[in-house]
């Protein structure tokens, strides 16, 4: 059974470039072709959808976020990642990553706080 | 300011049907599928209707979606505990060419 589970520093300082991975486990990322997803969820607010990465490396980001958004996928560990520059407070959120077009799958969340 | 616009509360009693709506515009709802995700306190979302009105394996038949031009509704039957949860209907938008959320809908079983 196909898993994910997020990893990285849970304290960014304002400025500073976040960075996130997330491990698939049980299932191959380059089989079959899917959108490998990044979503966030700010506390007390709706979800927003960060961006997404196909098999073939094709990507996607939202638009309020895409000059400071890069998605990449890294076959050989089995792991996707999202890097988010220049920071902010308000950036401090819960960052989930999703497997597939409808987010069939999501990893447990992890928390990230923007502070110095 | 979300892009498809959700009530922020719902309630109902146990038994009963409730329903929760998502409207969005021509360029997301209007054209394309919704889907339907429920958070349970604390935990991560879960796919809970893809496609309108298509249930993933395991999710009950008490649960069922609908769409009508740029709108789609959530309706869930015979209401229990359980179903506390906070709901959020999601489509992919062509203007935008992103997935765009609703805000979100807490539902409390009184």
């Known amino acids: 059974q196909v898993q994910l589970q997020e990893s990285g520093p849970g304290l960014v300082k304002p400025s500073q470039t976040l960075s996130l991975t997330c491990t698939v486990s049980g299932g191959s990322i380059s089989s079959g072709s899917y959108y490998w997803n990044w979503i966030r969820q700010s506390a007390g607010k709706g979800l927003e959808w960060i961006g997404r990465?196909?098999?073939?490396?094709?990507?996607n980001y939202n638009p309020s976020l895409k000059s400071r958004v890069s998605i990449s996928v890294d076959t050989s560990k089995n792991q996707f990642s999202l890097k988010l520059s220049s920071v902010t407070a308000a950036d401090t959120a819960v960052y989930y990553c999703a497997a597939g077009s409808w987010f069939i799958l999501w990893g447990q969340g992890t928390l990230v706080t923007v502070s110095s | 300011q979300s892009v498809l616009t959700q009530p922020p509360s719902a309630s109902g009693t146990p038994g009963q049907r409730v329903t929760i709506s998502c409207s969005g515009s021509i360029s997301n709802i209007g054209n394309n599928t919704v889907n339907w995700y429920q958070q349970l306190p604390g935990t991560a979302p879960k796919l809970l209707i893809y496609?309108?009105?298509q249930r993933p394996s395991g999710v009950p038949d008490r649960f069922s979606g609908s769409k009508s031009g740029t709108s789609a509704s959530l309706a869930i039957s015979g209401l229990q505990s359980e179903d506390e949860a906070d709901y959020s209907c999601?489509?992919?938008?062509?203007?935008?060419?992103?997935?765009?959320f609703g805000g979100g809908t807490k539902l409390t079983v009184l």
């Open positions: 496609s309108n009105n």
């Open positions: 990465i196909f098999t073939s490396g094709n990507t």
């Open positions: 999601a489509a992919w938008d062509h203007s935008l060419t992103g997935v765009v």
